[in-house]
């Protein structure tokens, strides 16, 4: 109520930030070791080994 006339002007519009600039493309990934499946059977087989030898004889006659 200070008796100033308020301003009629309307908000500032603010224009919108221009676009950005599209990411240069990722490069290609380099190539995947051999898949684990390929060594899955010698894994398999070295745990097999060394328990066969582990298994008291009285267990395996039990078995």
């Not at 070791?33 to 060394?50: D, Q, S, Y």
């Amino acid at each position: 109520m200070t008796g100033r006339p308020t301003p009629t002007s309307p908000p500032q519009i603010r224009s919108p930030p221009p676009p950005l600039p599209a990411p240069p493309p990722l490069p290609a990934p380099p190539p995947l070791p051999p898949p684990p499946a390929l060594r899955a059977p010698a894994a398999l087989a070295a745990p097999a080994t060394l328990r066969a030898p582990a298994v008291p004889p009285a267990l395996a006659a039990q078995m």
